[in-house]
């Protein structure tokens, strides 16, 4: 059986890819089968294949599945943007039943584990009234939230647990990301963690120190699967 999670973050540049990747590096050391999608990426590169993001780029590293890039990343916009103005700007149309599709058809592939990841925050907006926060209602997916750890994360984190609550998704588990600087540099950075822990409704699947080098390996090493796998995949 496919277990799949929309995985996002209390804002953009929080470390989400860097998460998204080693939770798959991780399942990959369990000796699971992957996937991951990214429906929706702006500032991607032009190359001679097409618009490419690098994001989707290092899931497709980190994956066992052998995905075509646009099964991946759909939707590649180049402007370094919020994805609803590169669109616009583009001339597209994002379209959230597409997504759901492409989604559903990379699940039907039945690997262990899939991962989705978002594209900034819970609510980015796609079009008038319509927002990528409803691509995992659709799927009726539990999610994972990428809490960066810096001055002001316990209000993110609480907001964005409190919205996904209210759209009637299960918050599966969290993980505490130094995306930005060693824990050391952060005041009170235990004190925080211990809030995080007493008032988010789920799981602390780890806490992963910042990186320099910027490898999701480095990554898997501190992040437990366990809380998000059937009791059958465990060990």
């Not at 994001?55 to 994805?83: G, I, K, S």
């Not at 799981?203 to 120190?209: F, K, M, N, Q, Y």
């Amino acid at each position: 059986m496919t277990s799949t999670f929309f995985v996002t973050g209390t804002n953009t540049e929080v470390g989400k890819t860097y998460i998204t990747a080693a939770l798959l590096e991780a399942a990959r050391l369990r000796g699971l089968q992957t996937a991951a999608v990214k429906p929706v990426a702006s500032g991607c590169e032009s190359t001679p294949e097409g618009l490419r993001n690098s994001d989707a780029l290092t899931l497709m590293d980190a994956m066992t599945q052998d995905l075509d890039y646009q099964q991946v990343n759909p939707v590649a916009l180049e402007p370094a943007v919020a994805p609803h103005i590169a669109a616009m700007e583009a001339g597209k149309r994002l379209d959230p039943s597409r997504l759901v599709g492409i989604c559903r058809g990379v699940m039907s592939g039945k690997p262990d584990l899939v991962l989705i990841e978002g594209a900034g925050g819970w609510r980015v907006p796609l079009a008038p009234r319509m927002f990528l926060s409803d691509l995992p209602k659709e799927l009726e997916l539990p999610v994972i939230l990428v809490v960066n750890m810096e001055l002001g994360c316990i209000n993110h984190a609480l907001l964005t647990a409190e919205a996904i609550h209210r759209d009637g998704l299960p918050l599966a588990g969290w993980v505490a990301n130094f995306a930005r600087g060693p824990m050391e540099d952060m005041p009170r950075a235990e004190q925080n963690l211990m809030t995080l822990n007493a008032l988010l409704p789920a799981p602390c699947l780890g806490v992963v120190p910042h990186d320099e080098q910027g490898d999701y390996r480095n990554g898997a090493a501190h992040l437990d699967l366990t809380p998000l796998l059937p009791a059958s995949r465990e060990n």
